[in-house]
């Protein structure tokens, strides 16, 4: 297959990401067959490495996926190293050589992914020189990998865009949002559209609302600088939310193709109603920051290393948000993400009416993590002597062997790369009308009276307004 021939240009690969999540997943698709010999991958980073020592890091990265130990070895010979100044431009030169003469050493014929593990500053910089040093190949693919954040907010999302547009084309440009890259969350599309059940009953006539949890137990950790410019609505919902919510509401496509579900994805995206005044922003959000826990064991966010003391991030968000559509009319989705909450947990509600008198009998949980897996709660008759009904759940979860042998994140999204399958990646257009919606949600907030901050205990469920969202229009939140 002319896909498994591939040289992959790593920048970063001196970084944490790398030796977390890429190098296992590469191996993991060499382990499998995904990735032949015919396979090379220069890492390149401004430290003195060289190649020894990232065959060392490589091969410490994987050890726990290790079966063969020969084919480990023989895996981790196909790793170079190159000191590289991204902003240096005849560094390019001889990145140029090295992949010319690995195309040749491996028989690779052109086929390139540049991988860019990097500050999103340093994206541009990176595609022009790789273009005007002529790194790209004529002969065979080249694809550009890059990661959140894609801008700060929709001018500067779209100042990237016409930067990195002038080397690559849209069409090659792979955007990773890892959570498009979960196996729960792939099989949103399959089970509502491989399952007349669902297919049928997925509307304002048969759903009474939807709920998105994407809840963490972890602070802030050690990434304050980042985290404290961006909070809660830039580092999880602009991206990670809004292409759940897509997912859940889009039209079904014509064409299950990477364009068919991206115009349909941002169909629904830009149907996003906004909040027209201060007050509707009130109405329907909470903002929070987190505090220390009740025993005094952890730190309230404004004590955090690096973080500002009197910082305003939000490390909370929860909103009712609406689709401007006939499918979604009336069916509020009520989102929330935060950090240092009671448990990690990401799952989905779906929510049903009831056909006689409205009130919500089944509901439809898709778990994400940290199981992953299903739960249809359906109604049945109490097993006691009275008449009364009692929900009862089907459940099917993936056990540890199949958790185990699952393709990580990282793994389905590079391996979709190589086979140039765009679906699972993020269209720039997606990431325009995702921005709308945050800053316009952002620019609301700088003028409202600004909540008291911290107002959430660490390990506890967030903030108690939170619940009062869906408690006024008489829900609650499932667990
Ligand atoms: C990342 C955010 O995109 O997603 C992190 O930057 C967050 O702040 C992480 O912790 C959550 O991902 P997951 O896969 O653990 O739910």
Redesign the pocket.
């Known amino acids: 297959m002319e896909n498994n021939r591939l040289l992959i240009t790593l920048f970063g690969a001196t970084g944490d990401l790398a030796s977390r999540k890429l190098y296992p997943a590469i191996y993991r698709l060499y382990k499998y067959g995904h990735i032949s010999n015919h396979f090379s991958l220069i890492g390149t980073g401004r430290s003195k490495w060289d190649d020894n020592k990232i065959r060392e890091v490589v091969l410490e990265s994987i050890k726990d996926e290790i079966d063969d130990k020969e084919h480990a070895h023989e895996f981790i010979s196909h790793f170079y190293y190159l000191i590289h100044d991204v902003n240096d431009a005849d560094d390019y030169s001889s990145l140029k050589e090295l992949a010319e003469k690995l195309d040749h050493q491996y028989d690779i014929q052109g086929n390139r992914i540049y991988y860019i593990s990097l500050a999103p500053n340093l994206f541009p910089i990176i595609t022009h020189n790789l273009k005007q040093q002529n790194v790209l190949t004529e002969q065979g693919f080249n694809r550009l990998i890059i990661e ?1 954040p894609f801008g700060h907010d929709q001018a500067s999302a779209a100042e990237l865009q016409n930067q990195l547009e002038k080397s690559f084309d849209e069409e090659q440009i792979y955007r990773i949002d ?2 498009l890259g ?1 196996y729960m969350v792939q099989n949103i599309k399959t089970l509502r559209f491989n399952n007349p059940l669902f297919e049928s009953i997925w509307d304002n006539q048969h759903i009474d609302h939807i709920q998105i949890t ?1 809840d ?1 137990e ?1 602070g802030v950790e050690d ?1 304050a600088e980042y ?1 404290d410019t961006s909070g809660v609505l830039k ?2 919902i602009q ?2 939310m809004l292409q759940l919510v897509a997912l859940l509401t889009m039209e079904k496509p014509e064409n299950f193709d990477a364009e068919g579900i991206h115009q349909n994805k941002l169909e629904v995206l830009s149907k996003i109603q906004k909040f027209d005044s201060i007050e509707a922003l009130n109405e329907n959000t909470v903002f929070g920051q987190y505090d220390t826990d009740k025993d005094n064991t952890v730190l309230a966010y404004r004590d955090e290393e690096d973080i500002d003391p009197e910082s305003m991030t939000p490390t909370y968000f929860a909103a009712k948000i609406l689709i401007d559509s006939k499918r979604w009319e009336d069916v509020p989705i009520y989102i929330r993400s935060g ?1 240092r909450v009671a448990k ?1 947990a ?1 799952h989905i509600v779906v929510a049903f009416k009831a056909a006689s008198n409205g009130n919500i009998e089944n509901h439809l949980k898709i778990e994400i ?1 940290p199981k992953q897996g299903y739960e249809l709660h359906l109604k049945q008759n109490n097993t006691d002597y009275d008449d009364g009904l009692m929900s009862v759940p089907l459940s099917y979860y993936l056990n540890r062997e199949d958790e185990k042998s699952l393709a990580g ?1 990282y793994e389905r999204l590079i391996y979709d790369c190589i086979i140039g399958q765009r679906e699972n990646f993020t269209h720039y257009e997606e990431v325009d009308a995702s921005w709308e919606f945050i800053d316009h949600i952002l620019k609301l907030a700088d003028k409202a009276t600004p909540p008291i901050y911290p107002n959430y205990a660490s390990y506890s469920i967030g903030p108690k307004e939170a619940d009062s969202l869906l408690e006024k229009d008489g829900r609650y939140w499932y667990d």
């Open positions: 959140k890892h959570y979960k994407l963490e972890v990434r985290y580092d999880m991206n990670h950090k990690k990401t993590a994140d």
